[in-house]
Structure formats: C-alpha cells, structure tokens
C-alpha cells in the first residue's frame, strides 16, 4: 500500500494538455447563460443574485481546467465552500453543476500531488456543507457519489491516452528497427561492394592501371545504386514528395547475386522447390537474408574463392544456407558479431516467425542458416 500511494504522488502530469479551443468559450458561454435564466426564472431563491455573482465570478476557471486543473478547483470549490458563510445556506444554484468539469480535469491532466490536493478540497467543501447543515446527509452521500464518477471516468481516460501513447512509442520504435534494417540491408551492401573494390583497386594500381580503372567504374556504379536507393527510402519517409515505389525483393532476384567478380569469391545460388508462390514478406526475408549474408561473406572471409546459396522450400517452410569455404578463424566471429548486420538478420527472421543461425561450417568457413514458415 505504500508503494501504491507512492506512485500516486509521483504520478507526473500528462504531457501537453490541448490549448484553450472555441469549444471551451462556448462552455463557458453556455454556463453562463444558464446561471443567467435559472436566476429570473426562481424568484423564490434566497440570495439568488449574490449566487449568480458567485458563479459568474468562478465559471472562467473552466478555460485553465486544463493547464491549471489544481488552481481552478480552489478557486471554483473555495469559493462555492465559503459563499455559505455570508448566506447562511447552500447557494442553491443547478448551474453550479460546472464544477463537475473542474473535477475530471483535475484527475484527467493534473499530476498526482494536485489530485491529491484537489480531491482534499472538494471534500471539504462538501463536508463543510454538511457538518454547517447546508447539505443534508443524503444530498451529501449523492454529491460524493458524482464526483467519484466523475473523479474516476477522468481517471479512465488519462490512463486510456497513456496506454495508446505507450502504443505508438512501441510502433515508432518497431519502424526505426524496420528502417535501420533496411538501410542495412541495402545501402551497406553496395558500400561493402565499393570497399572490396578500393581495396582491390589500390593493390593492383601499381602493376595494373587497368584494373584500378575497372574497380573505379564498379565503385561509381555502386555509389550510384546506394544514391538512388537512400532516395528512395528518404521519399518514402517524407510526406511532401511523391515515392516512386519498386516491387519488393523476391527469391527470384536471389540469381543477380550470382557469378564471378574481379575480386572477391565467386556466389553460387540454387534455388529448388516451389518458391512462386510464397508470400511477400518471406520472399523480401529470404532475399534480404541471403543479400546480408554474401556481403558479409565477401567482408570477411579470409582466402576464401566460393560462396553458395541455397533455398529449398518445401510444403511448409523455406530453408536458407549461404556458406564459404574460407578460414574458420575466431576473429571472424568477432568481426562478425560486433556488428548489426547479425542481429538485423535475427529479428527480420523473427519478425515473420522464423529463425536465423551463424557459426563456423562443418569443415570450414562460415555458414547462415535461415528457416522461415511459408505461411
């Protein structure tokens, strides 16, 4: 229980409360009007336009029910408490029902000291009334009745907001681990390209011009690839800008990671079984997994000459190995777990309820095995 009223304390304010809005002049405006017709229409009350002045004077704390939720209770429930005093009795006034506005604000944007506080005012303003013999017992029970429903349905809809806020945090974050995957997934890729390409360049442009000038046309046309796939994405992104959308990678394309470059290991890719048909996101997984796993491969397999891929799919999953035949040494482990592109691989294999393993092969080199449902 302590814990409990603890956190109540702490509890903070909820962050930006909506600025003042028409709506809130004509609530006021209303009120107003209706303090003004009760008041000609009841000749018999006592003290009816002493009331009317009191409620007129405290019916503006509405436009700071949100901002200043604890204030605006003082002043609406203080001055409706002590009022009496001078009269002698309650105001009597229906209009007076206002405050139950001030009630729910006070528990839907106040912090937990001004619930606290608030909710000890309005409590002593009512048993103000009934211990002075204002209010009778059962008019109290009721009052307390009110604004409990009232405390607890502003209650309700704080913690509602909360929780749907708690909502799109959690989806805001799931998108930025989508986009880093992606920018991961394909910019790093032709980047990697570009490196292996330099490196290679820079030893062979002493001896062989040539080729330095071949590994400089690779690398323009990897950086152009990069450039226009970063576009893409940045486009996708903002809202002002049309985006030009591509169909999303499939097992298919799998094939244009295949053959023999100037430098680097040769990629194999078999594909067997029924791919055609697979849903979209297990094809983009497949691809995006086996693009990942090359560009490691190419990264950091030391001496190795050949990179296989191979997807079998069958009735119900897809099976992804990429494997190298180069040196099993335990730096490449290091290389490759201080990076992100394992743990991109892990959650996009997660995501559409597969798995994704790396590890040294059985002889040597490295191997990546993904299982992915067909469903």
Partial sequence: MPGLLRSVWDEPSPAAPPARVWRDWVLVGGFALAVVVETLARPDLPWRWFAAGVALAVLPTLLWRRTHPLP?????????????????????????????????????????????????????KVLLALLMGWMAAGD????????????????????????????????????????????????????SAMIIRAQAG????????????????????????????????VRVLRTDEPA??????????LHGLAGRHLVGPAVEV????????????????????????????????????????SVVADAASVRLQVSDDGESAPARATATAGGFGLAGMVERAGLVGGTCEAGPGPGRGWTVTAVLPRA
């Fill in 140 to 191: 109290a029970i009721g009052a307390f009745g009110v604004l409990f429903a009232v405390s607890a349905l502003g209650s309700a809809f704080r913690y509602r907001a909360r929780a749907r806020q708690r909502e799109l945090d959690q989806v805001k974050l799931l998108e930025r681990e989508r986009l880093a995957r992606d920018l991961h997934d394909t910019v790093a890729h032709h980047v």
């Fill in 72 to 124: 605006a209770v003082a002043a609406a429930f203080g001055a409706c408490g002590l009022a009496p005093i001078v009269t002698g009795h309650d105001l009597g006034l229906n209009a007076f029902a206002f405050v139950l506005f001030l009630a729910y604000a006070l528990l839907r944007w106040g912090s937990g000291r001004e619930a606290v506080a608030g909710c000890a005012i309005i409590a002593a």
């Fill in 202 to 233: 820079l030893a062979t442009a002493p001896s062989d011009p040539a080729a330095a000038t071949d590994a400089l046309r690779v690398i323009e046309a990897e950086a152009s690839k990069a450039l226009a796939e970063m576009r893409g994405i």
């Fill in 270 to 309: 078999a594909v067997s079984g029924d791919v055609e048909d697979l849903p979209a996101p297990i094809g983009t997984a497949v691809f995006r997994l086996a693009q990942e796993s090359v560009t490691n491969a190419r990264r950091h397999a030391r001496n190795a000459t050949r990179i296989e891929v």
């Fill in 244 to 253: 030009e959308l591509a169909p999303a990678p499939r097992v298919a394309d």
